[in-house]
């Protein structure tokens, strides 16, 4: 039977608006039109250039292995296992992340470099997988690396937003820009051997995929986030006079960005649902047509199969900043943030959100993977996607697991180790990113393996990757 494979979610400290941060894992596809035109208009939720046919090779009989899996009852109870032992298998000064796709496929993400994991562990570095990515200023490519690096270096880095789909047939990559760019999030779908960038943008926004999910029909279902240049006030003026929001531009913007769709599908036959609230910080879905998203505050918007919605309502204990959900089958989704003063973990049984046992951490939960009777959770701050943003204090991650019925248990993996996003694939398979304090980034591995793979930073990534050249000699 194939495993549905979830993973959990890193958080971007200034990735969206409002109070509550959001998952790494988040969605989107191909921009909208103009302000004066509807949303899904003639050309339906994606505009052409984004949405793919269905992989359906093969594909159904995988989603009705999804299905039943995530149907099936949980796992009896079992004797507790040992804490496996972590071992190093990448390192980088960029960022890292895990980014699970739906065949069981991992992709390492080293700003806008991926590894590719197969489901059977092995690492492939395989070049191509840049193959197609533009550089931040492809018209000054033939300039040479040095403008592209001053570029990243200056204006908030270069970075994985997420890569989600199936692999090889439909799988998406997005890429957040530096910040002088009019489009900060380029779209690519995987064609070909290669990565090719989806046009779609308008003169009035952009969407992009945040996260993406396998849904019913074959399909492939996307949370969008979406930027409309005539919104950022920031860019336009530091304290807008009254009249900049009554312009026609800002207002056309306005209409566009609130009759977008937050969920569309990418792939396949179904139509995405229209959605009830607009504060979403947190989505996932399921094969069987269910769709779950977290709101401001700790509620939690639920999509039945059939399209009726339900608002499940946070308070008390159960309310909080929600950072991602993890939805283990129609009725039982797992909600995973902070509060103020710690962690929340939470669950809805098809009624109710109850509070769960939370780890000891005293921070938000930061990512949630949970396979079998196993759970595993990493605990930390706000995460921004340059190391060197983190203050001192914001530095310390951890990372826990709780067997069954038992508690949880904190897993040491050395005072150099700053725990941030874990995924598990299996009980002997799971992958955890840390940030050690001298800035270098590690992906660790319950699997011991040969030689660690050096990714180095930017300048070893722009330069090898895109130019074919060693980094330039250091004083």
Known sequence: MMRRWIGGAM??????GGATPTAEADAGASARAAASEPDAGAR????????????????????????????????GPVGPLPMPGFHAVVTSEEWLGLHPLLDGTLMISAGPKLLRVDPGGTIHDDPALLGGIELPLHDLRDEGPEPQL????????????Q?????????????????????????????????????????TMIAYPRAVRAWKDDSVLAWRGFYAP?????HFCSLCPEEFYETPEYKGAERAVASAKLLAVLAGPAKGPTLSRRDAVAFDALPSGEAFVGLEGGSILVIAADGTQQLVAASGETAGGLHGLVARG???????????????????????????????????????SIVGPTWW??????????????????????LWRKQGEGGWERAELGPRMQPRQVVARAEDDVWVTSHGKDGTGTVLHTRARGAVIEL?????IVRAGFYGRGPSKRE
């Open 230 to 234: 005539a919104l950022d006030t920031d």
């Open 456 to 460: 180095g930073g930017m300048e070893e």
């Open 150 to 161: 001053e570029a990243i270096g200056e204006w908030g880095g270069w970075w994985t937003v």
């Open 44 to 75: 339906g939720e994606a505009d052409a250039s984004t949405r793919a046919a269905a992989p359906r090779s093969g594909l159904g009989g995988a989603v009705d292995a999804m299905i039943e899996s995530a149907q099936a009852p949980a796992a």
């Open 11 to 16: 958080l971007v400290a200034w990735g969206c």
């Open 330 to 368: 129609p009725q039982e989704v797992i909600g995973f943030g902070g509060r103020k003063d710690g962690p929340l973990l939470v669950r809805w049984d098809g009624t109710e959100l109850q509070a769960l046992p939370e780890p000891e951490c005293g921070r938000a939960v930061a990512s949630l």
């Open 163 to 203: 890569v989600g789909g199936w692999w090889p047939t439909s799988p998406f990559l997005t890429l957040s820009l530096p910040g002088l760019h009019d489009e900060p999030y380029a779209l690519y779908r995987w064609k070909d051997d290669r990565w090719a960038k989806v046009e779609g943008s308008s003169r």
């Open 377 to 398: 959770a990493t605990c930390g701050s706000e995460a921004p996607r340059s190391y060197e943003q983190l203050n001192f204090e914001e530095r310390d991650g951890s």
